[in-house]
């Protein structure tokens, strides 16, 4: 509905269509909502300008994007790329290429962590990594002012491959 979100009973939703054929269904629509707004932030790192994508947008279903975020900035990266979904309006993303990708982690954390405390629609202070259709989440603890990373053995090997 055009100021909410409501889920008929599910008899009704499976008298459209069995589960498989509503979610693509789901999908195609949230893919084709209007009023989503691409851009891009810049962010000085020790290789030059680190970019992060940003999709924006008022649809409760905005955050949904991080599932195709590799499309952001095309061609998708063989590495995959770190996302964002702090809440249900903003997805943001960063294709791996070169070693920028350890400077937009922080500023990923920093930026998502600062729009999930603002809302609305709060979902995630975290940081995933999106390669092959699926999402990983990445080992980030916030303490105080400080904030650890502690990639995963598959990460460091695309960093090292990297560098």
Same mark, same amino acid.
């Given at each position: ?28 629509? %949230?893919? +084709?909502? =209007?009023?989503?707004? @691409? $851009? *891009? ?49 903003? %997805?943001? +993303?960063? =294709?791996?290429?070169? @070693? $920028? *990708? ?51 053995? +598959? ?9």
């Amino acid at each position: 509905l055009p100021t909410t979100v409501t889920i008929p009973p599910r008899e009704e939703i499976l008298e459209w269509g069995s589960e498989d054929e509503l979610f693509e269904i789901a999908i195609e629509h %949230v893919r +084709a909502e =209007p009023g989503l707004e @691409l $851009g *891009t932030h810049e962010f000085p790192s020790p290789d030059g300008a680190t970019r992060i994508w940003t999709l924006l947008g008022e649809s409760f279903f905005t955050a949904t994007h991080a599932l195709w975020a590799e499309t952001f900035d095309p061609p998708p990266s063989e590495h995959g790329t770190l996302v964002a979904v702090p809440n249900r309006h903003s %997805v943001l +993303a960063h =294709p791996i290429r070169d @070693l $920028g *990708t350890v400077s937009a982690v922080t500023h990923l954390v920093d930026l998502g962590h600062r729009l999930w405390v603002e809302g609305p629609g709060s979902l995630s202070d975290g940081v995933y990594w999106l390669r092959e259709g699926r999402l990983e989440r990445l080992d980030i603890v916030r303490e105080d002012e400080n904030t650890r990373f502690t990639p995963s053995e +598959a990460f460091l090997d695309v960093l090292n491959r990297l560098g």
